[in-house]
């Protein structure tokens, strides 16, 4: 049986991808290097992992509000993650899944980042607010 | 992309939990044109997420719209959105922006592109179509109109949000560029988070032994209490502020704390707006004090490197700041291997045009910009261009922002920035 983990209701489509998990946080800004798709931040635990196309697992959402713009932009060039996963959300994040139409969703009982692992294959349906590890036995 | 927004307008399907008013269901039923359809249902969806019961009127917004953020894909939907007839796509309260892409007047000399100009002329005439004044500036409490205590604003800045909710006890989330639009169409946004009184109670608790020098301290301060803090939902209060601070030394200490912990409100008692009421019982403080302080500007430290450019911005500077820019240079040379950035809202180069001031900073090898913020401005291209790599800045929220661009950023004072500037290392 795929273990089945409930949440708050989210934004965005129904999705299944790989899970990329790590106890840090997250701005589009601060982060990325969108136009090669991968962390660029010497300090953040993903440094020069490729995101595109992954279920980040993170702790938070953190700084500016250009994410709100971003996630769309980067959707638009399909150079993107299919979805985000958070403990909790700062307004941004939810502000620019809702225009980017990413799958977004947080509010877990526990620590995302314990959770789920890196590799995890993962369900995520924002409209029910669940997400299923489809590789794992419950 | 646009299109398919404006077409399913993101319509939520599974029923809507955000209370809704007449003219609010008319919006989202398309009554009042594709634009505040749009508008209504994208907020409707983020009021959803945050548990909204309803809406509540907003008295101003503020949007950012860097183009850097926007993209081709986002200056296509402002302008999709902009081409409906003039009474469906007018702001229905004043809309303010937040710093652009580029500065017409300099962005050649920064390594900026003629494509760059070109999207960002684009941006703007999209913008204007809606009627939002093109202020460019992140400092619009300080320069345009401040908000009153109580008074519900959709500001898309996180500096101008911390702020506005601290200092004048003003009422906004962080509404980020797609949402202040649809704030201002519709005229109201989500009640939630800092709209309501619950969610401003204070939740930390810091006492400061150390009196902050300079800017960059109080930067550093908030730095310090924004990676403590480390979340949106998190509200502090800073103990042991002896002496008032005045309002620039807040805005850097605000926009750091905004930047490191996503924090959108503090408590200073008996110096912000509102008494700093605890949600649960109050928590042992932490303490920070010189050596905190001391720490985190050493985690930037740099000395001796060769220095390719020093910013000033983020937030932009005020007229004293501006005034004290031209007092640290004292009328001499920058080094001709650093760049040297002085980035201002238009008002304030406006002041400081008729007071001298950008004709000296500028003839001691120095770049005045308006309307500019340094990091919203293709940095990453701008370090490719000019070969940056060491940058210098009094602002701790742009050593935050910048090393992910590719930069090896260092925090120090305005006057130590200056005289690394003028030796052409870091002093």
């Known amino acids: 049986m795929p273990i089945l983990l409930h949440c708050h209701k989210g934004i965005g489509p129904a999705v299944i991808g790989t899970a990329l998990v790590a106890a840090d946080n997250f701005s589009a800004r601060y982060d990325l290097d969108r136009s090669k798709g991968v962390f660029s931040r010497p300090s953040h635990k993903l440094f020069g992992q490729s995101y595109a196309n992954r279920i980040l697992v993170l702790d938070t959402s953190k700084g500016g509000v250009a994410t709100a713009w971003m996630l769309h932009e980067m959707a638009s060039r399909r150079i993107v993650p299919k979805a985000l996963i958070f403990n909790r959300v700062n307004p941004i994040t939810a502000q620019g899944a809702a225009f980017g139409n990413v799958a977004l969703v947080d509010r877990f009982d526990g620590d995302v980042t314990q959770l789920f692992r890196t590799g995890d294959e993962l369900r995520v349906d924002p409209a029910a607010g669940t997400v299923e590890i489809l590789n794992r036995d419950g | ?427």
């Open chain 2, 1 to 427: 992309m646009a299109n398919v927004l404006l077409a399913d307008a993101r319509i939520p399907s599974t029923g809507i939990v955000v209370r809704l008013t007449d003219e609010e269901r008319a919006m989202l039923a398309g009554q009042l044109g594709v634009v505040r359809r749009w508008a209504i249902a994208h907020q409707i969806a983020v009021g959803e997420f945050f548990d909204a019961a309803d809406f509540v009127p907003v008295s101003q917004a503020h949007i950012m719209a860097d183009t850097e953020s926007l993209g081709e894909a986002g200056v296509r939907f402002l302008e999709t959105l902009a081409a409906a007839p003039e009474a469906e796509r007018r702001v229905r309260v004043p809309a303010i922006t937040d710093p652009r892409g580029l500065d017409f007047a300099v962005y050649r000399r920064l390594g900026q592109t003629p494509q760059m100009a070109a999207l960002e002329q684009r941006t703007i005439e999209a913008l204007r179509a809606f009627g939002v004044l093109m202020t460019d500036t992140c400092i619009n409490y300080q320069t345009i109109l401040p908000p009153v205590r109580g008074e519900h604003m959709a500001y898309g800045d996180t500096g101008v949000v911390i702020y506005s909710n601290s200092v004048f006890g003003a009422r906004s989330n962080f509404e980020g560029g797609p949402s202040a639009l649809a704030a201002a169409l519709t005229g109201r946004t989500p009640r939630y988070g800092y709209h309501l009184d619950a969610y401003r109670r204070a939740t930390r608790r810091f006492r400061l032994t150390a009196a902050p020098r300079d800017l960059a301290e109080w930067g550093a301060l908030g730095g310090i209490i924004g990676e403590a803090c480390g979340s949106y939902w998190e509200v502090p209060v800073i103990e042991g502020v002896e002496t008032v601070p005045g309002s620039d030394a807040l805005k850097h200490f605000g926009t750091a704390l905004a930047s490191f912990g996503s924090v959108a409100l503090f408590h200073i008692p008996g110096i912000t707006a509102e008494e700093a009421v605890f949600a649960e019982p109050a928590p042992a403080p932490v303490t920070i004090g010189d050596t905190e302080i001391a720490s985190f500007l050493t985690r930037y430290a740099a000395p001796d490197d060769k220095l390719d450019v020093v910013v000033f911005g983020a937030p932009q500077l005020s007229l004293f700041e501006m005034e004290a820019v031209d007092a640290a240079l004292d009328g001499r040379r920058v080094h001709p291997d650093t760049t040297v950035i002085v980035a201002t809202s238009p008002e304030i180069k406006h002041a400081a045009d008729r007071l001298g001031l950008t004709r000296r900073i500028e003839a001691a090898g120095a770049i005045v910009a308006q309307g500019i913020c340094f990091y919203q401005s293709y940095a990453r291209e701008m370090a490719e261009a000019n070969g940056w790599a060491r940058l210098m800045t009094n602002s701790a929220k742009l050593v935050n922002i910048i090393g992910g661009y590719g930069y090896r950023p260092t925090l120090a004072s305005l006057e130590r920035c200056i005289h690394s500037a003028i030796a052409g290392r870091v002093m």
